[in-house]
């Protein structure tokens, strides 16, 4: 069946360096996808998200970009920072109501 | 304003045992979900109501039932309790479909 994957389960990087979080969907259907931080011992927290209609998003030292052509996500964190350290989680609108998660990446900031 | 809260935080169960998780929420938000997260994965949609008295199936639903007899909650029932429900149970909620409000999770064992 068709689902959203991520091409890397652990990424680490030095404090200060940019982050980037990819992320691949098999849909090319799919509209809208989303952006999710989960700290150790809590929910998932919404970071970004992004519609099939642009091909990039900033937020706060974050930005989504999107690659329809080869069905492609990526999160990038600008200045990371040790409260960065989460597991991070691409999530694909299916049909009107459901989101599909990814497997999700574990960032681990070095000092 | 507590935003979602779920109970029990923490628990274990026997095999066949029964047990409902609770999810409430005060942002008065129409949509309401269950998810379950497994180890290193990401999150498996359960249940989902759009409002009062409406329930719907997600990815997962066998071994568990809903209902949502009011906006403020939605509880989640085991009622044989089987190794394979060993999870960490998130509800979220949602005013519009996108960005959903996570609950901080209850880790339920089952042995």
């Known amino acids: 069946g068709e689902s959203v994957g991520l091409h890397l389960p652990t990424l680490s990087v030095q404090e200060g360096d940019n982050s980037i979080i990819n992320c691949a969907y098999s849909n090319s259907a799919s509209d809208y996808f989303i952006w999710y931080k989960q700290e150790s011992g809590k929910g998932p927290q919404f970071i970004i998200d992004?519609?099939?209609?642009?091909d990039k998003r900033q937020g706060q030292r974050v930005t989504v970009l999107l690659n329809k052509t080869v069905k492609h996500l990526s999160l990038q964190i600008a200045a990371t920072q040790p409260g960065d350290s989460a597991v991070y989680f691409c999530?694909?609108?299916?049909?009107?109501?459901?989101?599909?998660f990814g497997q999700g990446t574990r960032l681990t900031i070095n000092p | 304003n507590a935003g979602v809260t779920q109970t029990p935080k923490f628990r274990i169960l026997k095999i066949g045992q029964s047990m409902t998780l609770q999810c409430t929420q005060d942002?008065?938000?129409?949509?309401m979900y269950w998810y379950r997260q497994d180890p290193g994965m990401g999150l498996k949609l359960i249940y989902y109501?759009?409002?009062?008295?409406?329930?719907d199936k997600g990815e997962v639903p066998n071994g568990y039932n809903v209902s949502r007899s009011t906006t403020e909650d939605f509880p989640l029932r085991l009622e044989l309790a089987a190794p394979s429900q060993t999870s960490v149970y998130f509800c979220?909620?949602?005013?519009?479909?996108?960005?959903?409000?996570f609950g901080p999770g209850t880790r339920l064992t089952v042995t």
């Open positions: 999530a694909e609108l299916q049909g009107a109501q459901k989101l599909v």
């Open positions: 992004i519609r099939s209609n642009m």
């Open positions: 942002m008065n938000h129409n949509y």
């Open positions: 979220a909620v949602a005013e519009f479909l996108y960005e959903q409000y």
């Open positions: 109501s759009v409002g009062a008295g409406i329930t």
